[in-house]
């Protein structure tokens, strides 16, 4: 365990907390007024860990193969469990947006595994760190919207209609993501996969 890694984990931690203080805010003794700035908060450490991990690990030479499965696990982990608690009201997003940040996340996963398996590095792409920048994005401004929502200043209605829109935009580009990520490693997930079908070939 690096210091790095325990940049990583903390996003792990925060997770659960973030969903635990949006729901049960009133029996922490967090106002709704309170509650959006609370929430930026913990976001904002989260995003921050997100930053420090990579720097730590590069700065002082810590890049291990745990910090390599850790960091994207601890990304998806955050935004997805942040977007899952936005779908509660009073943003009440609809879950089929969740799905399309939660499929395209383990789809690539599954096939960075597979690969990594049998050998080949899947390059990150430019669209994906962009799709994590846009993703952090559209939370932070749901929550800037709830504080005039929590002062009566922005109707409900107002504000469920533009986190929708703001995060259909997020949800949007994190498919191309997906799909970028695929056209372009084509290859080695073609050959990570004919690999492993020729090997239980052999099995059989």
């Known amino acids: 365990m690096s210091i790095a890694n325990y940049f990583t984990l903390s996003r792990i931690v925060i997770s659960p907390i973030f969903l635990i203080v949006y729901m049960w805010h009133d029996f922490f003794g967090i106002s709704s007024t309170i509650l959006p700035f ?4 913990l976001l904002g450490i989260s995003e921050l860990s997100d930053a420090l991990d990579g720097y730590m690990a590069r700065r002082y030479n810590q890049v291990t193969d745990l910090g390599k499965i850790l960091d994207p696990m601890a990304d998806s982990i955050a ?13 009440n ?16 996963s599954t096939l960075r595994t597979i690969c990594a398996l049998k050998g080949f590095a899947l390059a990150a792409r430019m669209s994906g760190k962009t799709k994590a920048v846009i993703q952090a994005l559209a939370a932070f401004m749901i929550l800037v919207l709830m504080i005039p929502h929590s002062m009566g200043d922005l109707s409900t209605a107002a504000l469920q209609q533009i986190s929708f829109w703001v ?17 372009v490693n084509k290859h080695y997930i073609a050959k990570s996969l004919t690999f492993q079908t020729a ?6």
Do not use: N
Not at 38 to 41: A, N, Q
Not at 79 to 91: A, E, K, Y
């Open 79 to 91: 935004r997805i469990s942040i977007f899952l608690t936005f779908t509660l009201d009073p943003v």
């Open 167 to 183: 995060v259909s935009v997020a949800a949007v580009y994190t498919l191309y993501s997906g799909i970028d990520y695929l056209y």
């Open 38 to 41: 609370v929430l930026l908060s």
């Open 93 to 108: 997003l609809p879950m089929l947006l969740v799905f399309a940040f939660l499929y395209r996340d383990s789809i690539i």
């Open 199 to 204: 090997k239980d070939t052999q099995k059989i």
